[in-house]
């Protein structure tokens, strides 16, 4: 736990703040078949309003990584490389504790019906790892950090932009000659995650083995952070804010028209984290950011951003915590009506959506579940407790 530093841009951590408040509450209606348009991910090719929190995020990342490293000259030290190893090996095995945790419960569940003792079901639950997803958001996090620190302090930040560029085209190029547009398991980025990871260990869109966080679509993830860390230098170089603006503006005016305009060879799609896509959701990001900036720090409206921020400066402490409430509110430990049910169940099924309906029932349960995250949030920020993972 730290003390928060002095001086920081407060629109970075409440666009922070928004994005991991936007990630709670698309993880978490009431009901998936019952979610309002707007908060699911597009099935394959486009883009929805719910596509844009986890990329907003990312490219937020690349801007504090460009900061953290700052205070380090950007040199390649000994003690720069284990702290930077340190929070990759830290971030990726939250990620992969949080899906061991959602195993061994399912699992415990799975073995109601065998005759067998407590310990033994017990243990045999959570030594489940036969299933384990290995990659995810938090491991995307992890290894997109670590990649875009390394470029940060051994290669020539004008270099950087160079980089961001081979890789985004290379990756195109894999797409184009690998199926990788195509919605099906032949696509090279599940023939890779099969192959590299397991079929058992992948997440399954609808039935497929498509994993949105696979191996193949983290390179133009890492190119992701990579924006987002240049964008960083045009922050942390430019102290005046009107001018702040101006750069971010026409970043993001450029990135997000290039996105769009490309999008007709090259389709913007999430799940495969296309090259449109990264330009696309770079370049909104930066518009956002821009807007804040003229907001909060220049106009002074920041009444309405106390909320966000203390999303925003707990961001994967609380994400994290968000997690594991979902997956304990999801386990039967309560009886109704003679039937194992769980609070998840309990709070829509038999109170919201009787009430309110399908959708906005749903919609309810994830604001609620969001307001819960935000009470901790509040409590830490009040007492200025600044959780670094």
Not at 96 to 116: K, M, N, P
Not at 145 to 150: F, G, H, K, N, Q
Not at 245 to 261: C, S, V, Y
Request: charged residues 15%.
């Amino acid at each position: 736990m730290t003390e928060k530093p002095s001086g920081r841009l407060l629109a970075l951590d409440v666009l922070r703040g928004i994005t991991i408040a936007g990630m709670i509450l698309v993880n978490n209606s009431g009901s998936g078949s019952t979610t309002y348009a707007p908060l699911k991910h597009e099935i394959w090719h486009g883009l929805t309003p719910t596509d844009l929190v986890f990329p907003f995020f990312m490219f937020i990342m690349g801007i504090s990584t460009y900061i953290s490293l700052r205070k380090f000259n950007f040199e390649l030290t000994t003690p720069t490389l284990f702290k930077i190893i340190k929070r990759t090996i830290i971030i990726f095995l939250i990620g992969v504790g949080l899906s061991w945790f959602s195993i061994s419960f399912s699992t415990y569940r799975s073995l109601q019906a065998e005759d067998i003792g407590f310990l033994e079901r017990f243990f045999k639950a959570i030594s489940n790892f036969e299933h384990i997803r290995i990659l995810g958001v938090m491991q995307r996090l992890a290894l997109t950090y670590c990649v875009a620190s390394i470029v940060a302090i051994t290669v020539k930040h004008k270099y950087i932009p160079h980089i961001i560029a081979v890789t985004l085209i290379g990756y195109f190029l894999l797409l184009l000659f690998g199926n990788g547009f195509e919605r099906s398991e032949q696509n090279i980025i599940s023939i890779v995650d099969q192959a590299v990871l397991g079929i058992d260990h992948m997440y399954k869109d609808s039935g497929l083995a498509l994993d949105p966080e696979g191996l193949l679509s983290t390179i133009p993830a890492i190119a992701h952070v990579l924006i987002g860390f240049c964008c960083g230098a045009v922050l942390m170089t430019i102290k005046d804010n009107q001018q702040r603006i101006t750069q971010l503006f026409i970043i993001g005016t450029i990135l997000a028209f290039a996105g769009f305009l490309l999008s007709y060879g090259c389709p913007i799609n999430k799940k495969i984290w296309s090259p449109t896509f990264v330009l696309a959701t770079c370049g909104l990001a930066s518009l956002l950011l821009a807007l804040l900036i003229w907001i909060i720090d220049i106009k002074g409206y920041k009444r309405w951003s106390v909320f966000f921020e203390s999303f925003g400066v707990n961001p994967l402490f609380i994400y994290v915590l968000a997690g594991v409430i979902a997956i304990l509110a999801g386990q039967p430990f309560f009886t109704y009506e003679n039937e194992l049910i769980s609070a998840k169940k309990i709070i829509y099924s038999v109170v919201l959506q009787p009430s309110f309906g399908d959708y906005f029932g749903s919609l309810l349960y994830a604001i609620l579940f969001v307001s819960i995250c935000w009470l901790v949030g509040n409590i830490l920020y009040k007492k200025k407790i600044y959780i670094k993972i």
